[in-house]
């Protein structure tokens, strides 16, 4: 058997803009007459990002006359931030939130793909009581019917027949 490996490379003009924001970009392999494909055959998601904003640079843009009061204030604007948010919070749209499908439980979460300096951690467990021991998989799927879509935006299923189930989405 004779293996081929083949590579792509993806560059972005210098002139291209993002005025929607982030591109995400999945190639994924398709069989054609010419070559055998194997069915399971993972695919590439790679996310092009116009300009990084720094928690920093976007605490900076957010205008002056910024007052922050203390420690609690810079982890509120910090999950603003993380969230896609603004500073004075009046776009909570992509905060976590969860929601009812036929297929379980979904939560809907932003994740800005030119946050560099934002970790997010996703969990699923089954009790609150046990969070560590009753922890359960989840499957990122794609967005619902009515629900946004784009790079920044993930969807996350509980996998779990239990008659109870949460997911925590973290920042750091």
Known sequence: MNETEKIIEVCVLPNATFP???????????????????????SAEITLIAQWEPFGGWLASQGSG??????????????RYAYGGDFHGQDGSGFPRPFILSDG???????????????YTVKGFTDLGNVAGSGVSFTEVPPPAG??????????????????????????
Request: glycine fraction near 6%; charged fraction near 30%.
């Open 20 to 42: 929607a924001g982030s591109k995400r970009l999945v190639f994924a392999p398709a069989a054609s007459a010419r070559y055998a494909i194997a069915k399971d055959m993972a």
């Open 147 to 172: 629900e946004p879509d784009g790079a920044d935006w993930r969807y996350y299923r509980l996998n779990t027949s239990a008659s109870s189930g949460f997911m925590s989405v973290e920042v750091k």
């Open 66 to 79: 910024m007052k922050i009061m203390g420690e609690g204030d810079y982890t509120t604007l910090f999950k």
């Open 105 to 119: 439980m979904i939560v809907r979460v932003r994740q800005p793909r030119n946050r560099s300096d934002v970790k």
